[in-house]
C-alpha cells in the first residue's frame, strides 16, 4: 500500500496518493494501521535511488517527468508524510 502511494504521490501527486488510501480502506473495510511508518519506510527505501525511477516512468507515457522533479516530489512527500 504505502509503494502504491509512494508512486501517486510522484506521478500525480499527494491527493491521489490519499484518495487511493480512502478508497483501499473503504474496499478492506479498516483502516490502515501505522500508514505513516509505512509510508516512511516506502520513503526512506527510496531516497537513495528515486531519480533512477524516471525511465519506468517514461515508459509510463510520463515523459515531462525528470529526474530532478523525481527528487523534488520525493522530497515534497516526505514533508507531507512527517
Given at each position: 500500500?504505502?509503494?502504491?502511494?509512494?508512486?501517486?504521490a510522484l506521478l500525480h501527486g499527494p491527493g491521489?496518493?490519499?484518495?487511493?488510501?480512502t478508497a483501499y480502506q473503504d474496499a478492506a473495510g479498516l483502516a490502515v494501521p501505522d500508514?505513516?511508518?509505512?509510508?516512511?519506510?516506502?520513503?526512506?527505501?527510496?531516497?537513495?535511488?528515486?531519480?533512477?525511477?524516471?525511465?519506468?516512468?517514461?515508459?509510463?507515457?510520463?515523459?515531462?517527468?525528470?529526474?530532478?522533479?523525481?527528487?523534488?516530489?520525493?522530497?515534497?512527500?516526505?514533508?507531507?508524510?512527517?
Amino acid at each position: 500500500m504505502s509503494w502504491c502511494r509512494l508512486d501517486l504521490a510522484l506521478l500525480h501527486g499527494p491527493g491521489v496518493a490519499d484518495v487511493f488510501l480512502t478508497a483501499y480502506q473503504d474496499a478492506a473495510g479498516l483502516a490502515v494501521p501505522d500508514r505513516r511508518r509505512w509510508d516512511l519506510v516506502a520513503l526512506d527505501n527510496s531516497h537513495r535511488d528515486v531519480e533512477s525511477w524516471v525511465a519506468n516512468y517514461h515508459d509510463l507515457g510520463r515523459l515531462d517527468l525528470s529526474r530532478a522533479d523525481l527528487r523534488r516530489r520525493h522530497t515534497a512527500w516526505r514533508s507531507a508524510v512527517n
